[in-house]
């Protein structure tokens, strides 16, 4: 038995691998932080093996909340199809128990998403005339920022961003940012067709792709947390929202979704900075409409779940939506994606998964639809 992290995304301790029925293994700390969550492994020489993974310090994780409740680790043998494997938490260890069918398996916090999977995605949107492509800068490692813009600009277009991977754990949103593209990209698709006559879509892919290529969850290079950067980002520490907010202030936002994931909630659910001190009666009763035709569109999205709009929650101007919400004076959301099961309609088999978050988007297209006329 080989226990392997050494590829991209690539993250684990291996503290004892001499059985393979109590292999001891450890959830690293990500780049300059404290922050720990994110795994991601390969186990050989083990077709047939009755395996038994412990992680002796899932309680001292981040989220500690997120083992609860039905959570369980994701594995692949190919690491295109991923699927759950049984997994039990005590509120200190996490235990995997799993007999694999073949040679060697790779397991996850939740699936990956390659820095090449990315560069084929946006090459394959590129060959569309209504694709183009620009370099905003370099990160700490030196990788590129891109930004992709799908549709014409135009004095009477709606400018719609997306972004993706402030977390580079939260892989989630790069697979709905597939389905967003694969729509928009469908000259067939009407709803397609009517949005690119009313907007035009810039689209970040990765706006930390120094800390997806390191394996972490929450943060970049420097250990900052990008999405917590907005107010005040800085070319030394956190550049890669630095690049981004720059290019939109010379292009201007009408509308923004900062696609993400959740630990510790089994749903997807809208969160907006609906008390920020620029927010509209008009843009709230936006707020509203949108939610309400995702739950329309697709029925893993529902309006009851999430946080409380007139909670007790801080508002944080140093997130990209609150900040975006504000200085735009526009409907800017933030799209949480579950790591566990999907508790109103759960899978079996995968859990919640890449293909779910790709269909999301794809229904995220009609919310947009229904109110893209109003958004100014």
Known sequence: ???????????????EATDPGNVRLRIPTESASDY???????????????????????????????????????????????????????????????QPERD???YAYFAPYASERQHDFVGRCLASPLARHEVLGTS???????????????????????????????????????????????GSDPIARRLLE????????????????????RTNAAGKNLNRAWAEP????????????????????????DAHAVEWHPYTFIISGDRVPSLT?????LRTRFDEALAQASPDHATEYGYPRDGDRPLQ??????????????LALTLEMPFKDHAPHPDPRTGWSPGRSHRLGLASLEALNAVVDDLR
């Not at 050989?44 to 001292?60: H, I």
């Not at 009313?198 to 969850?217: E, Q």
């Not at 101007?317 to 526009?330: E, I, K, N, Q, R």
């Open 198 to 217: 009313r907007a035009v879509f810039h689209i970040v892919p990765n706006i930390n792709p120094d800390g997806s290529r390191r394996g972490n969850h």
């Open 317 to 330: 101007p140093t997130l990209c939506s609150s900040w975006v919400a504000d200085h735009f004076a526009c």
């Open 234 to 257: 800085t070319m030394e520490k956190t550049p890669e929202v630095f690049v981004v907010r720059e290019r939109m202030q010379a292009l201007g936002v009408d509308f923004l979704i």
């Open 104 to 106: 060697f398996v790779y």
């Open 140 to 186: 700490l490692d030196g990788n590129d920022i891109e930004l992709m813009t799908i549709g014409d600009s135009g004095a009477a277009k709606r400018a719609c961003w997306l972004i993706a991977r402030h977390h580079p754990g939260e892989t989630q949103g790069s697979f709905w940012l597939e389905g967003v593209c694969e729509r928009l990209l469908d």
């Open 281 to 285: 009666d008009h843009l709230l009763k």
């Open 36 to 98: 720990r969550m994110w795994f991601y492994f390969r186990v050989s020489g083990v077709r047939a093996t009755e395996l038994r993974l412990v992680f002796e310090n899932a309680g001292e994780c981040s989220y500690p909340s997120g083992w609860e409740g039905g959570y369980r680790v994701c594995a692949s043998y190919d690491r295109e199809d991923w699927f759950r494997v049984p997994t039990a938490y005590d509120g200190t260890t996490m235990t995997v128990s799993h």
């Open 1 to 15: 038995m080989h226990i392997s992290a050494s590829f991209e995304s690539g993250s684990i301790e291996v503290v």
